[in-house]
């Protein structure tokens, strides 16, 4: 199996510098802040998600990633971090697997990297919802 350039090159970018490319996190009592973590349990690999969002907006300003897993799983989280940026949480929840997927040029035995990225994003904009339910219950 050989990895795209695409891949490569990105996965060498995050190692170099790390901070440039969305790795960390955000702080978590931030009420602005949604995070999705999912993991896959083919291969143990674990990707954490957080949004920073407007909430008069629910436009997504600024993302975060932490992500221990393999090359393509880093790849598609920088992917992840750009497709994110600037849009709004309904918008977010069109991305698909695939959509990651193609942009890496990913093999396919390395798809489910990819489904990891997406349900990670399923995962933090449920959470985005539950946190603005439980802000409209307090109000
Ligand atoms: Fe586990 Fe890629 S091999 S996420």
New binding site residues.
């Given amino acids: 199996m050989a990895y795209s350039d695409k891949v490569v090159n990105r996965f060498k970018d995050v190692l170099n510098d790390p901070k440039a490319h969305g790795v960390g996190r955000f702080d978590p009592n931030d009420p602005n802040v949604a995070t999705g973590m999912t993991g896959?349990p083919?291969?143990?690999?674990v990707?954490k998600l957080d949004l920073k969002i407007n909430p008069e907006t629910d436009v997504i300003e600024d993302v975060k990633f932490k992500t221990y897993?393999?090359?393509?799983?880093i790849a598609?989280s920088t992917m992840f971090v750009e497709m994110l940026k600037g849009i709004t949480t309904e918008e977010a929840q069109l991305i698909r697997d695939k959509d990651i997927a193609n942009a890496l040029e990913l093999p396919p035995i390395?798809i489910?990297?990819s489904v990891?990225a997406e349900e990670s994003i399923k995962e933090a904009i449920e959470n985005w919802d539950e946190k603005k339910a439980t802000r409209q219950l307090n109000s």
């Fill in positions: 896959a083919s291969c143990g690999d990707m897993g393999c090359g393509s799983a598609s390395k489910h990297c990891l």
